[in-house]
């Protein structure tokens, strides 16, 4: 049996995200290039009647991909002090309250179908989702433009990822129609028109299914690097290197050189990128999604074995490019590719993937959908 609705109930749905290009760079303050993915999740909450009108809020969450019901009190609004699914919903509570957003109590129920571990941001969604709900609850006046830094803010200190700011912001800032260009640095967005059917084209998403083993330590090590990188350089960040040649002869180690040179052509490939898609230069823009892969392959090496046949076997079979998409080590491959080829494309990556022996890979086309959205009714 259902709970009856309770009055005063609202849903919010805020999406996964794939991003074109600009892989690393959030956390260098350079550029980035996500669209919002139809995947979404969906957070609804409610004011939780029957509670004492003193005394402390408390949070029930429950969600559809889980048999627990968790309980928050104020007690667990300490970084760590909830761990598990729970951990992403507990951090936003503890973000707002830090932002001085007057919580209510309140019981959270979540839904999603933005697959786990395939790098589409299923934790970002969700932080997105019940950020939205809750500020919506509250009643609060949070501009939209702040609320990325708040679930981010969840991830990195309640929850213990590293991550930059480019999922959050994705899940909450990005429109239909649009990819949403980032300026990290800023916080500035421009919705530049990404439409690739309209020129006969698709976006192919295909996921390796290789697990994320080990992707949080390499993360951390590769931001480690840079931040070192920039300090012996003598710059905030690396988005401030100018002179490529001349950092990279500044520097003595060759692993260093090679994820500089990753993080400011990647930052230039972004702009490059958005240039080309102003143009309607579609095959410029399959150039630079390759040019990005090898990147990532060669100088940054955040990309695994499925991966880089993936994007082979892509470009092989007609792809205008193709390149591993998120944080890397496994994940998703998009690749651009003319609508007439998209099954041609998809059986070579699968056949491929056969006579490799790895698991069989699955893919979607993904259309610029919309960011995080109040829902006309409750589900
Ligand atoms: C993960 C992180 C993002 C970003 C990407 C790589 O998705 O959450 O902040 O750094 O990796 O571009």
Redesign the pocket.
């Given at each position: 049996m259902t709970a009856p609705v309770a009055a005063g109930a609202r849903a919010w749905a805020a999406p996964g995200r794939v991003?074109l290009i600009?892989?690393?760079?959030?956390?260098n303050d350079g550029f980035?290039l996500p669209i919002a993915l139809p995947q979404r999740t969906v957070a609804t909450v409610e004011p939780l009647s029957g509670e004492p009108l003193s005394g402390e809020p408390r949070w029930v969450v429950t969600s559809a991909g889980h048999p627990d019901t968790m309980v928050v009190t104020v007690a667990d609004l300490r970084p760590g002090g909830v761990t598990g699914w729970a951990a992403y919903v507990a951090g936003v509570i503890w973000a707002l309250r830090e932002a001085g957003v007057d919580v209510p109590a309140a019981r959270l129920s979540i839904e999603s179908d933005v697959p786990m571990g395939a790098?589409l941001?299923s934790s970002a969604a969700l932080e997105c989702a019940v950020l939205s709900a809750l500020c919506d609850l509250a009643g609060t006046d949070l501009p939209i433009a702040q609320r990325p830094a708040i679930a981010q803010r969840a991830e990195n200190i309640y929850v213990g990822v590293p991550?930059?700011?480019?999922?959050q912001t994705a899940s909450i800032r990005c429109q239909a129609g649009h990819a949403l260009f980032l300026d990290c640095r800023s916080g500035q967005v421009e919705q530049v028109p990404f439409d690739p059917a309209s020129a006969g084209l698709a976006l192919l998403v295909i996921d390796s299914r290789t697990p994320h083993q080990h992707t949080e330590n390499e993360?951390a090590q590769r931001r480690a690097a840079c931040e070192a990188a920039a300090a012996a350089l003598g710059v905030p960040a690396l988005r401030d290197v100018d002179d490529l040649d001349a950092a990279l002869a500044r520097l003595d180690d060759d692993v260093t050189r090679r994820r500089v040179r990753h993080v400011v052509t990647e930052n230039e490939r972004v702009l490059s990128t958005v240039e080309a898609l102003r143009a309607g230069d579609w095959p410029a823009v399959g150039r630079l999604f390759t040019a990005s892969h090898a990147s990532m392959r060669d100088d940054y090496e955040i990309t695994v074995p499925t991966v880089d046949l993936a994007v082979e076997v892509a470009l092989r079979a007609g792809a205008l490019g193709a390149r591993m998409t998120?944080?890397g080590f496994g994940g998703c491959v998009l690749a651009l590719v003319a609508e007439t080829a998209v099954e041609t494309v998809r059986s070579a990556v699968a056949e491929a993937y056969a006579a490799a022996g790895y698991a069989s890979p699955t893919s979607f086309e993904a259309r610029a959908s919309a960011g995080a959205h109040r829902l006309a009714s409750v589900p």
């Amino acid at each position: 049996m259902t709970a009856p609705v309770a009055a005063g109930a609202r849903a919010w749905a805020a999406p996964g995200r794939v991003n074109l290009i600009g892989e690393h760079t959030d956390y260098n303050d350079g550029f980035v290039l996500p669209i919002a993915l139809p995947q979404r999740t969906v957070a609804t909450v409610e004011p939780l009647s029957g509670e004492p009108l003193s005394g402390e809020p408390r949070w029930v969450v429950t969600s559809a991909g889980h048999p627990d019901t968790m309980v928050v009190t104020v007690a667990d609004l300490r970084p760590g002090g909830v761990t598990g699914w729970a951990a992403y919903v507990a951090g936003v509570i503890w973000a707002l309250r830090e932002a001085g957003v007057d919580v209510p109590a309140a019981r959270l129920s979540i839904e999603s179908d933005v697959p786990m571990g395939a790098g589409l941001s299923s934790s970002a969604a969700l932080e997105c989702a019940v950020l939205s709900a809750l500020c919506d609850l509250a009643g609060t006046d949070l501009p939209i433009a702040q609320r990325p830094a708040i679930a981010q803010r969840a991830e990195n200190i309640y929850v213990g990822v590293p991550c930059g700011i480019m999922d959050q912001t994705a899940s909450i800032r990005c429109q239909a129609g649009h990819a949403l260009f980032l300026d990290c640095r800023s916080g500035q967005v421009e919705q530049v028109p990404f439409d690739p059917a309209s020129a006969g084209l698709a976006l192919l998403v295909i996921d390796s299914r290789t697990p994320h083993q080990h992707t949080e330590n390499e993360y951390a090590q590769r931001r480690a690097a840079c931040e070192a990188a920039a300090a012996a350089l003598g710059v905030p960040a690396l988005r401030d290197v100018d002179d490529l040649d001349a950092a990279l002869a500044r520097l003595d180690d060759d692993v260093t050189r090679r994820r500089v040179r990753h993080v400011v052509t990647e930052n230039e490939r972004v702009l490059s990128t958005v240039e080309a898609l102003r143009a309607g230069d579609w095959p410029a823009v399959g150039r630079l999604f390759t040019a990005s892969h090898a990147s990532m392959r060669d100088d940054y090496e955040i990309t695994v074995p499925t991966v880089d046949l993936a994007v082979e076997v892509a470009l092989r079979a007609g792809a205008l490019g193709a390149r591993m998409t998120g944080g890397g080590f496994g994940g998703c491959v998009l690749a651009l590719v003319a609508e007439t080829a998209v099954e041609t494309v998809r059986s070579a990556v699968a056949e491929a993937y056969a006579a490799a022996g790895y698991a069989s890979p699955t893919s979607f086309e993904a259309r610029a959908s919309a960011g995080a959205h109040r829902l006309a009714s409750v589900p």
